[in-house]
T-cell receptor
C-alpha cells in the first residue's frame, strides 16, 4: 500500500531549464509534506517543506506546490544546475504522527550540460 | 561534525548472525528515528525513540528486530539471526522536537547478509 507515489523514476533536464518533480498521495490525513534530496552513499538531506494550510512555498530556486483537492504536490527547480543531479524523495506526515514520515520511491534527476 | 553519525558504514554478516547498528544523533536532539531502504524502494519507517523510550515501533518487524536509545550513548538497532532479506540501507535520523520538524539523516549503514 504505497501512500506516497512518485510515478517518474527518472527525469532528465538541461542545465538552466526548469525541473518539475511530481508526487501524489492517497492518505487524506497527511498535512505536512517535505522534499528530500539524496546523493549516492549519503543520507537524505532536507530541501523544502509545505504545510497543508498553504498551496505554495518558495526557497530560492526551489518551489513546492500543493494541490490538496488532487492530493498532488510538485517540486520546481529553476534554473536547474548540474549539482542538482540526485534522487529526490517526497515525504508526508500527519498531525499527531510526530516526525514519522512516509516516503515515496524517489525520482532520479539528471541535469545535463 | 555535528551531524547524525552512524556506524559502521558497511556491515557484512552471514545468515544467523547478529547485526548491531549504531546512531549518534545531532547534539541536543532527543528524538531518533530508524528507517530502512530496500533496493529500488523508498525509505520505510521502522521505529521512533525518545531518550529511554520507544514511542512508535509500528514499522518494526515483530521478530528479531529491536531498538534502544539509552540515557547515555548512541541509539542501537539490533537485528538477531539475520536473513538475506534484511540486506538494506538503514538510516537513522534525529530531530529536536516531535512535531513537523525536518529530520536530519545520517549517511546510513549498508547491511549485506551473505
Amino acid at each position: 500500500d504505497q501512500q506516497v507515489k512518485q510515478n517518474s523514476p527518472s527525469l532528465s533536464v538541461q542545465e538552466g531549464r526548469i525541473s518539475i518533480l511530481n508526487c501524489d498521495y492517497t492518505n487524506s490525513m497527511f498535512d505536512y509534506f517535505l522534499w528530500y534530496k539524496k546523493y549516492p552513499a549519503e543520507g537524505p538531506t532536507f530541501l523544502i517543506s509545505i504545510s497543508s494550510i498553504k498551496d505554495k512555498n518558495e526557497d530560492g530556486r526551489f518551489t513546492v506546490f500543493l494541490n490538496k483537492s488532487a492530493k498532488h504536490l510538485s517540486l520546481h527547480i529553476v534554473p536547474s544546475q548540474p549539482g542538482d543531479s540526485a534522487v529526490y524523495f517526497c515525504a508526508a506526515s500527519e498531525t499527531g504522527g510526530g516526525n514519522k514520515l512516509t516516503f515515496g520511491t524517489g525520482t532520479q534527476l539528471k541535469v545535463e550540460l | 561534525n555535528a551531524g547524525v553519525m552512524q556506524n559502521p558504514r558497511h556491515l557484512v554478516r552471514r545468515r544467523g548472525q547478529e547485526a548491531r547498528l549504531r546512531c549518534s544523533p545531532v547534539k541536543g536532539h532527543s528524538h531518533v528515528y530508524w528507517y530502512r531502504q530496500l533496493p529500488e524502494e523508498g525509505l520505510k519507517f521502522m521505529v521512533y525513540l525518545q531518550k529511554e523510550n520507544i514511542i512508535d515501533e509500528s514499522g518494526m518487524p515483530k521478530e528479531r528486530f529491536s531498538a534502544e536509545f539509552p540515557k547515555e550513548g548512541p541509539s542501537i538497532l539490533r537485528i538477531q539471526q539475520v536473513v538475506r532479506g534484511d540486506s538494506a540501507a538503514y538510516f537513522c535520523a534525529s530531530s529536536p522536537l516531535a512535531t513537523n520538524e525536518k529530520l536530519f539523516f545520517g549517511s546510513g549503514t549498508q547491511l549485506s547478509v551473505l
